[in-house]
């Protein structure tokens, strides 16, 4: 059974910093593209990041571009988003999914070609 599971998240004052961690099991990190996504209250999922398998190639949403950075431990089975210069903006549930999908952006940046969701982990920015 695949497990996608989230951690890291908290509250942190605007201009803070966190780290997301998601370990995967029953699934081998190394063979999907994982991307992060969120989801602040009464607004539609959003795109954040996605890495590829070897963690070569990233995309980021334009809100957090500059700001957050996606990697991957492959030998631990985890996937990572440090969040820097954090904004109330980025107040939201935050979702690791992963995809057998190709590495075209299109695809790699649109929730419904996810095949594996995580629970969520919540990160609230105090102004």
């Known amino acids: 059974q695949v497990q996608l599971v989230e951690s890291g998240g908290g509250l942190v004052q605007a201009g803070g910093s966190v780290r997301l961690s998601c370990a995967a099991s029953?699934?081998?990190?190394?063979?999907?593209?994982m991307g992060w996504f969120r989801q602040a209250p009464g607004k539609e999922r959003e795109f954040v990041a996605v890495i590829s398998w070897s963690g070569g190639s990233t995309y980021y949403g334009d809100s957090v571009k500059g700001r957050f950075t996606i990697s991957r431990n492959n030998a631990k089975n985890t996937v990572y988003l440090q969040m820097n210069s954090l904004k109330p903006e980025d107040t939201a549930l935050y979702y690791c999914?992963?995809?057998?999908?190709?590495?075209?952006?299109?695809?790699?940046?649109?929730?419904?070609?996810?095949?594996?969701w995580g629970q969520g982990t919540q990160v609230t920015v105090s102004s």
């Open positions: 999914a992963a995809t057998s999908a190709p590495w075209v952006r299109v695809q790699v940046t649109t929730g419904r070609e996810y095949d594996y």
């Open positions: 029953g699934l081998t990190v190394g063979s999907y593209v």
